[in-house]
């Protein structure tokens, strides 16, 4: 049940390009660019915040591991060490024995 008309079709959407006006007077390409870049600086912060860097080779892993270890075995022994006090004698102080 369509009825034929004299009007002019409808005029076809203009084709999405790069040089396309999407917001702000600003063509597609700035907006894309944009957002990159603001996606990329909260990246770079993120990863300047946070200790995230992966490690590369499989030495690399086992020396942060070692490295750990050593460090573990360090502090483990630093608090077995008496205090000072009870290691040297002081010139001039009171002995207890």
């Given at each position: 049940?369509?009825q034929?008309?004299?009007?002019?079709?409808?005029?076809?959407?203009?084709?999405?390009?790069?040089?396309?006006?999407?917001?702000?007077?600003?063509?597609?390409?700035?907006?894309?660019?944009?957002?990159?870049?603001?996606?990329?600086?909260?990246?770079?912060?993120?990863?300047?915040?946070?200790?995230?860097?992966?490690?590369?080779?499989?030495?690399?892993?086992?020396?942060?591991?070692?490295?750990?270890?050593?460090?573990?075995?360090?502090?483990?022994?630093l608090?077995?060490?008496?205090?000072?006090?009870?290691?040297?004698?002081?010139?001039?102080?009171?002995?207890?024995?």
């Amino acid at each position: 049940i369509f009825q034929a008309t004299t009007a002019p079709p409808k005029k076809k959407p203009d084709p999405v390009t790069s040089e396309t006006v999407v917001i702000w007077g600003l063509r597609l390409w700035q907006v894309v660019g944009i957002f990159a870049l603001f996606v990329l600086s909260i990246i770079i912060t993120l990863c300047c915040i946070f200790k995230c860097r992966i490690p590369r080779t499989r030495k690399e892993i086992e020396a942060r591991y070692a490295q750990r270890k050593a460090a573990k075995n360090y502090a483990d022994k630093l608090d077995t060490v008496p205090p000072l006090e009870e290691l040297t004698d002081i010139p001039g102080g009171n002995s207890q024995v």
